[in-house]
């Protein structure tokens, strides 16, 4: 079973300043199906960006996704009010089944 | 476009069985382009994959929690539901169904619905 790792576990940042969150996975995986959700103080998580690198429809430009192998990488450019909160990878695996790693919460400093 | 809502009762006693039902409108559940995923998220924790299902009834379920689920398809309601059986406190969450869009991705998901798990 592949294990996603995520770090740091919170990330304080004002607006304006660049996230950068990462996803560790226990062993290589393909980047085709590594993705990363939002999810917003007291709402479902929504789909940012999948295959690691393409953003979803209406997902805007300053968040960006890339990695390969066992290391991936959420960056938002810019933080915007709006973009604090908590951020999950998620990964389909072989058997097949679906993972997700715990969690990095972007707080405002 | 497709929207997910869940709907079931928010208490379960310990031990009996947690059932949901998610409704799917704005697409068919009979499209062969998709899973329909049950998620679920303890209070202040994180998310954790349960199963999902194929239109031709195919299911997939997390080994973790394998023998006690059941996952099942209404295709004159577009509906798909969740049974969770022998409850515990441990089983009490939001709980979220959500298409697997292209098999994979979770896109769109439901609003959730919270079950407490308690005597």
């Known amino acids: 079973e592949i294990v996603l790792t995520q770090s740091p576990g919170t990330l304080s940042l004002s607006p304006g300043e660049r996230a950068t969150l990462s996803c560790r996975a226990s062993?290589?995986?393909?980047?085709?199906?590594l993705a990363w959700y939002q999810q917003k103080r007291g709402q479902a998580p929504r789909l940012l960006i999948y295959?690691?690198?393409t953003r979803a429809t209406g997902i805007p430009d300053r968040f960006s996704g890339s990695g390969s192998e066992t290391d991936f990488t959420l960056t938002i450019s810019r933080l915007e009010p709006e973009d604090f909160a908590v951020y999950y990878c998620?990964?389909?695996?072989?058997?097949?089944?679906?993972?997700f790693g715990q969690g990095t919460k972007v707080e405002i400093k | 476009q497709v929207q997910l809502q869940e709907s079931g009762p928010g208490l379960v006693k310990p031990s009996q069985t947690l059932s949901l039902t998610c409704t799917v409108s704005?697409?068919?559940?009979?499209?062969?382009?998709?899973?329909w995923s049950w998620i679920r998220q303890p209070p202040g924790k994180g998310l954790e994959w349960i199963g999902n299902?194929?239109?031709?009834?195919?299911?997939n379920y997390n080994p973790s929690l394998k023998s006690r689920i059941l996952i099942s398809l209404n295709m004159s309601k577009n509906q798909f539901s969740l049974e969770l059986s022998s409850v515990t406190a441990a089983d009490t969450a939001l709980y979220y169904c959500?298409?697997?869009?292209?098999?994979?991705?979770?896109?769109?998901w439901g609003q959730g619905t919270l079950v407490t798990v308690s005597s």
């Open positions: 959500a298409r697997d869009w292209n098999y994979i991705w979770f896109d769109p």
């Open positions: 704005g697409g068919s559940i009979s499209n062969s382009d998709n899973y």
């Open positions: 299902i194929y239109y031709n009834g195919r299911t």
């Open positions: 062993q290589t995986i393909s980047s085709s199906y």
């Open positions: 295959s690691a690198s």
């Open positions: 998620q990964l389909y695996g072989s058997s097949p089944t679906w993972t």
